[in-house]
């Protein structure tokens, strides 16, 4: 069943996204001794965050970029929805979220806002995608199939299912609801933090 769903499913869809532009690295060469993240339970690819951020705002001090960086890595909301909610202001730079620092660029101290994905450039932003990225979660790990990072943050999940198991899209939905620990959240079995960012759950056959 793994062969079906790596072979007809996972592999033609990480095709499909290279051939429209993004990256693939494997899931094993973004793990801790890649440096690309500190431990397994970072979803943040902060060096490839960073990178966009000083591109994107060429004009940001050193101070200001770490402190943005701060509010992506270490948020702190009510729950789930909270934090999706307002980090998805941030990367639209819009509602009570919208990232702003205060610098002076020349025309006296005020706030400045941050940019964190060129929607009107997309050449401008970082597309990686990588494949069984291994979360660690409070109970256990969880390794979703793919993964699409902008600039760093995981912004995507897709959950491959073999197209011979009946209703696929619903165990992938339901595999996606466990990893986001929206199924028994009591049990604590997913990693949550991964979906804090996310934008777009894709469960595909």
């Not at 996972?10 to 431990?39: C, D, H, I, K, M």
């Not at 307002?86 to 990232?99: K, R, S, V």
Request: glycine share 6%.
């Amino acid at each position: 069943m793994f062969y079906d769903e790596l072979n007809k499913v996972e592999q033609p869809a990480l095709v499909q996204l290279q051939q429209s532009g993004w990256q693939y690295v494997p899931g094993e060469a973004l793990g801790p001794a890649s440096g690309e993240r500190s431990y397994y339970r970072d979803v943040v690819l902060v060096k490839r965050l960073e990178a966009a951020l000083r591109r994107l705002n060429p004009w940001i001090s050193e101070e200001n970029l770490r402190k943005v960086l701060r509010e992506f890595t270490h948020p702190n909301f009510a729950g789930l929805i909270e934090y999706n909610q307002a980090l998805w202001e941030m990367l639209c730079c819009t509602g009570d979220h919208a990232l702003s620092v205060e610098q002076d660029l020349g025309l006296g101290r005020k706030g400045q806002t941050v940019t964190v994905v060129d929607f009107d450039n997309p050449a401008n932003n970082d597309f990686l995608c990588t494949s069984q990225f291994k979360v660690e979660g409070a109970t256990q790990n969880i390794i979703p199939d793919i993964v699409c990072f902008v600039n760093g943050l995981p912004l995507a999940v897709i959950e491959c299912k073999s197209p011979y198991v009946a209703d696929a899209i619903g165990e992938g939905i339901n595999q996606l609801r466990r990893y986001a620990n929206l199924r028994r959240p009591e049990e604590d079995e997913g990693a949550q933090k991964l979906f804090w960012y996310n934008q777009l759950m894709v469960s595909t056959c």
